[in-house]
């Protein structure tokens, strides 16, 4: 038997479905990467954290997406929800911006006062309290500014309006960085003369054990 | 004697439970107005406009020009920003949990804020700074909200973020838990809000309600911005 949707209520749907068409809730929410896949589960502490381990973490994110504001990525090499609008929080899509990233792959606490380090799944939604300003002045208990000549491997450049982290440094006095670099590349590897820019200071992660 | 202290002390717990459910209002709102804004200033008088607001405290607001921006603590916010030249005019607001500094640059593209409160946990004069670009409008392209470093004196964290007032509004009135604050909308730059309520640390991001009213106190607007910590 075929059971038959009263007309008012498909009025109803309708008009819903318009209202927020005009309002532009439909685009807002694009392909709901976050809500579809990501938790809000606990981090695991962990007693022992490395660079190189960052360095896998970090990895981990090459080539998926970018999410002003997100956190939550998985390891399929695809960015799920390419073509957001740029600066956006609510726009669910896949991906961690430059501080968020940093923030994960430092495997930092939400509490600025520890300088503790956690496990965060990558799809565990975390953005973390840190932009990347904070991060340039060496906001919280777990970074610290950092003479940019010093900087080595997973220490990072910042600037008021972006962060990356050092992959390899180049022959050449330049930096290859691994950062979230915004909505149309995702993140990424790119060689960056960020170094030699007065812009960015350098930022370091405390209480690495290796 | 004893029977005496010993009912003495028994009502104690019910006087204070009584006094309480009088000073929270029982029946009333519950709001009460902090005598005291986070400089140990007495609060401006509110505006004649919004004098029937339950709760409500004014914060401190002037506009800086030309020498008043060469002095501390407005230099040491403003140096190390981006833009090269010093804004011509920068709006600073004394609040119940902090204090803030907006300008622009001075090419007018981009919104800068310097964030201040009682305690911060490095030792510098401004615990948090936010950029974002001013787009045409008035609009910006992001709240900025920031809650990584700022501390009032009893150790709470305080969240900052911009709020776009709506056209004609003059006055916003942002909700606190126990009181309302009263902001000055008249300048040309978004209104850096501060507060200790609404926080989510698992998230990163707050919860702020802010209604607008214009100059004769009609309400304007009334909304909830959801700020996140980003870029």
């Known amino acids: ?210 | 004697m004893g029977r005496v202290a010993r009912g003495s002390t028994a009502w104690r717990p019910a006087a204070a439970a009584t006094l309480l459910l009088a000073a929270g209002g029982c029946g009333g709102s519950g709001l009460l107005a902090p005598d005291r804004l986070s400089d140990g200033s007495t609060p401006p008088a509110l505006p004649a406009a919004l004098k029937g607001i339950e709760g409500a405290v004014m914060t401190g607001t002037r506009t800086l020009h030309g020498r008043d921006l060469e002095d501390a603590p407005a230099v040491d916010c403003i140096k190390n920003m981006p833009g090269g030249a010093p804004p011509l005019a920068a709006v600073e607001a004394v609040t119940v949990d902090g204090h803030t500094l907006t300008f622009s640059t001075a090419d007018r593209q981009r919104l800068v804020a310097c964030d201040g409160a009682a305690r911060r946990r490095p030792s510098r004069r401004w615990c948090g700074t936010a950029t974002t670009r001013w787009l045409g409008g008035g609009g910006i392209e992001d709240p900025r909200l920031d809650l990584a470093n700022c501390l009032t004196a009893d150790g709470a964290t305080v969240a900052y973020t911009w709020v776009v007032p709506p056209a004609r509004a003059r006055w916003l009135v942002v909700d606190h838990d126990h009181f309302r604050e009263v902001y000055d909308a008249g300048s040309a730059y978004p209104v850096r809000v501060s507060t200790t309520d609404g926080i989510d640390v698992k998230t990163s991001s707050a919860t702020i309600h802010v209604r607008s009213y214009d100059a004769a106190g009609k309400e304007v607007g009334d909304d909830t911005v959801n700020a996140q910590v980003a870029g």
């Open chain 1, 1 to 210: 038997m075929t059971r038959r949707i009263p007309a008012p209520a498909l009025a109803f749907a309708g008009a819903v479905a318009l209202s927020m068409a005009l309002a532009g809730v439909a685009w807002a929410y694009h392909t709901n990467f976050t809500g579809a896949y990501c938790n809000y589960n606990a981090p695991e502490y962990t007693s022992y954290f490395t660079r190189d381990g960052s360095m896998t973490v970090a990895l981990r994110a090459r080539w998926e997406g970018y999410q002003w504001g997100g956190g939550c990525w998985n390891d399929d090499d695809v960015d799920q929800s390419p073509g957001d609008p740029v600066e956006r929080s609510d726009t669910r899509g896949e991906g961690p911006d430059c501080s968020g990233f940093t923030f994960k792959v430092w495997r930092e606490d939400l509490d600025t006062s520890n300088q503790g380090a956690w496990q965060w799944n990558m799809l565990r939604n975390v953005h973390g309290p840190y932009s990347a300003a904070s991060f340039l002045y060496g906001v919280g208990a777990p970074n610290s500014t950092y003479p940019k000549s010093g900087l080595i491997r997973m220490d990072a450049l910042a600037s008021t309006d972006h962060i990356g982290m050092i992959y390899a440094r180049n022959a050449d006095g330049s930096d290859q960085v691994i950062e979230a670099k915004g909505e149309a590349y995702g993140v990424n590897i790119w060689t960056r003369t960020y170094r030699g820019s007065s812009a960015y200071g350098g930022v370091r992660r405390l209480g690495w054990d290796a």
